[in-house]
């Protein structure tokens, strides 16, 4: 629509100024030499006619001549005027002209009304202006419209998301059975996730069942081992003896942690819940290793806030994840180094942090700590099964916690933040 007006603007446009140049040229014809003298009679006659063109002839000191407007700045080439100079008391009309410097320095002008040029050009811009509102209108009530339907649906497959990371397995998309292509995507990610969940089922079961098929004959050979050094033997044997006992109780500790963390991570709540003071967990729990820590030369300094810290949880578990993540700041800091325990609280959350001036980890390791069975290269050396974090993470996840390693400058910096109890978890 806006091309077709211009188009019809530039064509009318033409056409007038074709009648300008038709007039102004059979002006000259008549008047055969130009300059004033010759055009003068040729000028008043045109005047007086008036075929509705605006006329005016002035000398080369810019006087008036002869014609039916006001006196112009001589200017050569097409001239529009916003108003035709005609009377004293000038018509408020437009006016398109050729103006034309003389032989002898007259002037002469010749113009016609532009008043329907200007109409169409108000007309062009009227309907643009407002097209471009209707259209603007339009289009962000249209955009909004899909955006909220879209952002809608996103919204509804980033909650499903979220609610699976937190561990709600069972979780799925819904479908609103308009067959159009957020249904296709959910029906897809519902039957991926419904394999994953198998997957991840069948995962739990097979470790499940190893960690409980294996422990009854680890724990008969242990028997039969106490029994074998109970038995007169040479040194040697007894040192053999002991080695192979050691080495059954980490396997054993082993199968433990990894029955343990198949139950978390299949379970739907926290066992045994109940209200826990999880400052007099730490308190409770820095008092045992503050003898252990001297005995390796280490200092353990303890800083919790006054405020009563209270969760919903398993205090058996808890109890297990500080002495987990203590047992580790211990393991794999030297001898002279601190280690510190201190908490701050706020309306919503607890904030337990256990940070050590020890050798830390490298930023890019940081999460890979938690995995099962993982050992970073630098602590081979150090007793463990390498299932440690990996309780630990899956015991603050179990309470709706958060844990996080910082660069503690030099060092590790452990931070927990477990809800407090007014935000009670689901009983099991």
């Not at 529009?80 to 000038?90: A, M, V």
């Not at 309470?399 to 910096?413: F, M, S, V």
Request: net charge negative; proline share 4%.
């Amino acid at each position: 629509m806006a091309i077709s007006g211009y188009h019809s603007l530039s064509l009318l446009t033409r056409q007038i100024q074709k009648s300008v140049s038709d007039e102004r040229e059979e002006a000259l014809s008549q008047a055969g030499i130009h300059d004033v003298a010759h055009l003068r009679p040729v000028m008043a006659e045109l005047v007086r006619n008036g075929p509705g063109f605006y006329y005016l002839l002035q000398d080369a000191q810019e006087r008036i001549v002869t014609g039916n407007m006001l006196h112009l700045k001589p200017d050569q080439g097409w001239r529009n005027l916003t108003w035709t100079h005609r009377s004293l008391l000038p018509e408020r009309r437009p006016v398109i002209g050729y103006g034309l410097i003389l032989q002898d320095g007259g002037y002469l002008f010749v113009g016609i009304d532009a008043e329907p040029i200007q109409t169409l050009r108000h007309d062009l811009w009227f309907t643009f202006i407002w097209g471009m509102a209707v259209f603007m209108i339009i289009g962000a009530g249209g955009g909004l419209l899909v955006s909220r339907f879209v952002l809608g649906k996103i919204e509804a497959i980033s909650q499903t998301a979220r609610d699976i990371m937190r561990g709600d397995m069972s979780r799925r998309l819904e479908l609103n059975a308009s067959n159009d292509e957020f249904d296709h995507l959910a029906t897809s990610l519902n039957a991926m996730l419904e394999r994953n969940e198998r997957l991840i089922a069948s995962l739990h079961r097979v470790t499940d069942d190893i960690a409980h098929d294996m422990r009854r004959p680890l724990a008969h050979l242990g028997q039969h081992l106490d029994d074998a050094m109970q038995q007169e033997c040479s040194p040697a044997q007894s040192n053999a003896l002991t080695c192979a006992k050691a080495n059954l109780d980490e396997a054993l500790e082993i199968f433990s942690s990894l029955l343990k963390l198949a139950q978390m991570e299949a379970g739907s709540g926290i066992p045994d819940i109940q209200d826990v003071s999880v400052r007099e967990i730490l308190l409770s729990i820095t008092d045992i290793y503050h003898p252990i820590m001297e005995e390796r030369k280490q200092t353990l300094l303890v800083a919790l806030a006054q405020d009563d810290m209270t969760c919903s949880g398993n205090k058996v578990l808890l109890v297990q994840m500080f002495a987990n993540l203590l047992e580790n700041a211990a393991n794999h800091c030297p001898a002279g180094s601190t280690i510190t325990v201190s908490s701050f609280t706020t309306d919503t959350t607890d904030t337990l942090i256990i940070a050590d001036n020890g050798p830390g980890i490298p930023e890019h390791e940081r999460e890979r700590v938690f995995e099962k069975m993982v050992r970073l290269d630098h602590s081979r050396s150090i007793p463990g099964t390498g299932l440690g974090l990996s309780l630990v993470r899956a015991i603050i996840q179990l309470h709706h916690g958060h844990i996080t390693l910082r660069d503690n400058a030099p060092g590790l910096r452990c931070e927990i933040q477990l809800p407090r109890s007014k935000d009670r978890l689901p009983r099991h």
